[in-house]
């Protein structure tokens, strides 16, 4: 059974520093999901990383797949206010096609000013 | 485009009543997933479906169901409501094929009384 982790769960932060999310998963996949959900809100999504090392950016977060060591890092760089919310990491699980998806418990993160 | 759009929004209901929800996925998209989001398990997933099709289910009673119809539209019916059923129900919408982005509609926030 496919089991993903990500670590920590809680991240205060200062704006304008820099900070990485872990996630973790248990069984081959070689496609993760991050997320981003706001409170009350539903999940916006960030990134879709499909193979070993590849690496997406997008502002301020950076994205990065390791097939191997079945681990990807959300890197947060120059954090702002804004940023705040709770970011899901999320393995597809390989059954035959179907894109279930197994998710982390979420990092929340605060980034206080 | 219009993104995926989940009817109702809230609901209330009480023990031992049933509960349909209804998603209507992005134009174009053939797969249509149903996650259940509480504060104590996370994000769970509870079915996928491709072209009317269940391509997958996760574990849980066969209290909750659903099915999709020939315009990809979708409902999942929950039966003999418990409290422990409320939650937030989120569907997800993609085009179908392994890697492609899946998008998330804002929720139907069930409360259980």
């Known amino acids: 059974e496919l089991k993903v982790e990500q670590n920590p769960l809680f991240l205060s932060m200062q704006e304008g520093k820099n900070y990485t999310i872990y996630c973790n998963y248990s069984t081959t996949s070689d496609r993760l999901y991050w997320y981003r959900q706001d409170p009350g809100k539903s999940l916006e999504s960030l990134f879709v990383?499909?193979?070993?090392?590849a690496v997406k950016q997008e502002g301020r977060l950076m994205a990065s797949l390791d097939t191997k060591a079945r681990l990807s890092t959300l890197h947060i760089t120059a954090a702002v206010h804004d940023l705040s919310a709770t970011y899901f990491c999320a393995v597809e699980e390989d059954q035959g096609g179907s894109e279930k998806l197994v998710f982390g418990k979420g990092t929340k993160l605060t980034v206080n000013p | 485009k219009a993104g995926v759009t989940q009817t109702p929004r809230y609901l209330i209901k009480t023990r031992g009543q049933q509960v349909t929800l209804s998603c209507s996925p992005i134009?174009?998209?053939?797969?249509v997933s149903w996650y259940q989001q509480t504060p104590g398990q996370g994000l769970q997933f509870l079915f996928e479906y491709f072209s009317e099709t269940q391509r997958n289910k996760g574990n849980f009673p066969g209290r909750f169901s659903g099915r999709q119809f020939s315009n990809s539209r979708s409902e999942m019916n929950v039966s003999t409501l418990e409290l422990g059923d409320s939650a937030l129900y989120l569907c997800?919408?993609?085009?179908?094929?392994?890697?492609?982005?899946?998008?998330f509609g804002e929720g139907s926030w069930l409360t259980v009384v």
């Open positions: 997800a919408s993609s085009q179908g094929s392994s890697g492609n982005t899946i998008y």
């Open positions: 990383l499909l193979s070993n090392g």
């Open positions: 134009s174009g998209h053939r797969s």
